[in-house]
Each structure stands twice: as C-alpha cells, then as structure tokens.
C-alpha cells in the first residue's frame, strides 16, 4: 500500500477516534479480508474446526476499534502491526479456552455457538483489500483453503515468516526482532520458505 493508502487510513483512524461510526466502517471494510488472512493462516487445523473464522475477524475488529482511542497512529504499518497483535492475542484466547473445554468433555462444545463472546457482526466486514499479498499464491482468494493445507504443513519457522512478510506486512528487522535472527537472516529465510510453499501448494 502507498502514500495514497497510508493518507486515507490516518484519516480514518482521526475521525474514528473522534467518534465518527462512518470512519470505524470504512476502516472495517479495508481491513477486515487483511485479518481474515491473519486469522486463517494462524489458526491452525485444530482450531479451524471449531471456529468460524468470522467471528474471529469480527472480535479483532470490534476490540481494536472500540479502543482505538488508544492508539497513537504514525503509518499505516503500525496499524497493521496493531491489528496482528490483536489477532495473535484473541487467537491465543480462544484457544486456551478450546484446550480447557477439550480437558472437560462436559463443555465440549463448538466456540462459535456458546464457547465464545458473541457481540454482533461487524458492519462492512468481508470487503477485499488490495494488494495484500504479493505472491502469486498468497493472492488468489479462492485458493485459500488449499493454501491453508499448505501453509498447515511447513515447519513452524517457515509458517511464521510468510505470514509476517507476506500476510502482516513486517520489515526484515521487525521479523528478526520477532523470530531472534538478524534481518540478512530473515531475508535469506523468506525465498526458501516461499519456494517449501509452493512446491507443496502444488502438490495439494
């Protein structure tokens, strides 16, 4: 995303901090197939099942705009980065809640339903959002469950950097900071696990 792009979020996110319901909608309609990527990638099989991912999206986006107040905005990609650590914290949420009810087969039950906080669908949410991903694969949207297949099979180290450069947008710094590798490291790593995931794209 450009100059352009950054301009209009910065706005959006001024007005929505000053209340403006319009603003908050906009910004779910840019954001909310960015999250779902987020989302879908991160979840993982087990957690896939039980969750509709949505309703995930919906949670990340009610919690970050409903304290946007709190966020001081300086680019766009800090939104970004914003909005994944709310991912990464509601997923990380729902499945400690999914483990425990897993351990007491009294409470098994599907989180979407009765397992989770339900506060209402999103208004706009579900809009695409372009360029979110450079690589041929990472943006054809109907290939997205395949793609999760994939991504479900690459070792860990190679799941987490597609999802940080490809998906969340992170420098090479940020994802050395992350991963504990310096960022010649990390750019070193990204071919190799590009290449891991489309060799098994293709073979899905």
């Known amino acids: 995303m450009g100059y352009s792009c950054n301009h209009r979020t910065r706005q959006l996110v001024a007005l929505a901090k000053g209340g403006d319901e319009s603003a908050v909608d906009q910004l779910c309609r840019v954001y909310a197939e960015r999250v779902r990527w987020m989302v879908r990638l991160r979840m993982g099989k087990e957690l896939r099942r039980k969750l509709d991912s949505m309703d995930v999206v919906q949670d ?27 991912a990464e914290n509601t997923l990380r949420d729902d499945r400690e809640r999914y483990h425990a009810e897993k351990r007491d087969i009294r409470k098994e039950i599907p989180l979407d339903n009765g397992g989770r906080r339900s506060s209402g669908r999103v208004s706009g949410a579900g809009g695409p959002v372009a ?13 997205l469950a395949r793609l999760e297949k994939a991504i479900d099979a690459l070792k860990p180290e190679y799941k987490e950097v597609i999802v940080l450069t490809k998906i969340e947008g992170l420098s090479y710094k940020e994802i050395g900071k992350r991963l504990g590798k310096s960022p010649d490291a990390v750019r070193m790593l990204v071919p190799s696990a590009m290449a891991e995931l489309t060799s098994v794209f293709m073979r899905i």
Do not use: C, M, Q
């Open 131 to 143: 360029t979110t991903t450079p690589s041929v694969i990472l943006s054809r949207k109907e290939d």
């Open 60 to 86: 990340v986006l009610i919690h970050a705009l409903g304290g946007i107040t709190d966020f001081t905005y300086e680019n766009e990609g800090d939104f970004v980065r914003w909005l994944s650590r709310i």
